[in-house]
């Protein structure tokens, strides 16, 4: 069996804000007779027309046709030879708590829009797939000015809050994943250890080139590496996919530093977890003056960032076993409060594959 890999990162999250889609889709203007609408809650890549002399069924081309509805939003209107439309296209994004939005336009037929105004404002655009942040508010009113291609119709594949893209192994050179590191190897071995990995990238159609130029590469993005991973569905929110998914995931990541080659558009990124900001984040210590287990004492350092550790029953029994008659935990950074549990619990406190800090 030839394993797949996929990996998602996740350029902006998705979980603050949402679509009213019934709305949005009431308020777009008359469509193709094509067009369905009801999928543009659900990322798509779009599909190539049909050109007679050019086109050839059977390749795997996937081209609209009246038995096949096009999966998402095709306008009416054509723009004119200069790709202007004339009045703009417009419709309004309703929701709750919208600040960023991403519109997939079709990237298989390779169009887009090149000016959007968003609320009033006018964006330049050069890529399938738009991103606008700014600010909140349940009502953004959107114009598309100009297409990219002459005498077409809009076409938009999926409008979503957030932007997570999928890379697979057509573009994927090497995974490192899964590997420990620990923070200082002078120290003694029962330490807090975190995850470290690499992906190396061929950006073949220069997505990352272009997010780069919208400053969306940067430290501490989630990245979530998956092996075998079925599909997404059609119709499924991304939050259900990956509850779905997650049992594939063999690395649950964060971005360290990216360096680009743009001679070869050969990307790579480095990998580390959340345990990282650990070491600048701080904690304000604890006087304890009657008797306190050790695992007492993890559960209050923990709960200091609202974090929940999976421990073996003999770790836990172990911890709960250890107690300290009075004493107190100076104030220090978060990874200095919890080495000194590792080091008098004798354990290693690390997060697994799937993010879920645990210890053995």
Avoid at 171 to 180: L, T
Avoid at 200 to 218: H, N, P, Y
Avoid at 284 to 293: I, N, P
């Amino acid at each position: 069996m030839h394993n797949k890999i996929k990996v998602l990162i996740e350029y902006i999250p998705s979980t603050k804000g949402s679509i009213d889609y019934e709305q949005v889709i009431n308020n777009l203007p008359q469509g193709n007779n094509n067009s369905n609408p009801s999928a543009l809650n659900t990322a798509h890549i779009g599909r190539r027309g049909f050109v007679l002399g050019a086109s050839k069924l059977g390749s795997g081309d996937k081209f609209v046709s009246k038995q096949d509805k096009y999966p998402g939003f095709m306008g009416r209107q054509l723009s004119d030879i200069n790709g202007v439309y004339t009045p703009p296209v417009q419709f309004t994004l309703v929701g709750t708590d919208i600040n960023n939005f991403t519109i997939r336009f079709d990237k298989a037929a390779k169009q887009f829009a090149t000016i959007i105004n968003v609320d009033g404002t006018d964006y330049n655009n050069n890529n399938e797939v738009f991103t606008w942040s700014g600010l909140t508010s349940n009502v953004h009113k959107i114009q598309i000015k100009q297409w990219n291609t002459p005498l077409f119709p809009i076409r938009i594949t999926s409008i979503l809050v957030g932007l997570t893209i999928e890379y697979n192994n057509s573009q994927i050179r090497n995974v490192i994943a899964g590997s420990q590191s620990t923070f200082d190897n002078t120290k003694p071995n029962f330490n807090v250890v975190n995850q470290y990995g690499r992906i190396d990238i061929v950006d073949t159609d220069d997505r990352i080139l272009q997010l780069a130029e919208m400053q969306l590469l940067r430290a501490n993005l989630p990245i979530y590496i998956f092996l075998n991973a079925p599909e997404k569905n059609l119709n499924e929110s991304q939050n259900d996919y990956m509850a779905r998914i997650k049992s594939y995931m063999i690395g649950n990541y964060r971005s360290s530093e990216w360096s680009i080659n743009y001679g070869n558009s050969f990307i790579q990124v480095t990998l580390n977890d959340e345990i990282e900001n650990w070491n600048n984040t701080l904690f304000g210590g604890v006087v304890f003056e009657t008797a306190r287990t050790v695992y007492d004492l993890l559960s209050i350092i923990l709960n200091h960032i609202h974090k929940e550790i999976q421990l073996p029953v003999y770790i836990k029994e172990h911890l709960q076993s250890i107690r300290i008659g009075f004493g107190y935990l100076s104030i220090s950074n978060l990874r200095e409060a919890i080495e000194k549990i590792c080091n008098i619990g004798k354990i290693n406190i690390f997060n697994n594959i799937k993010g879920d800090l645990t210890a053995l």
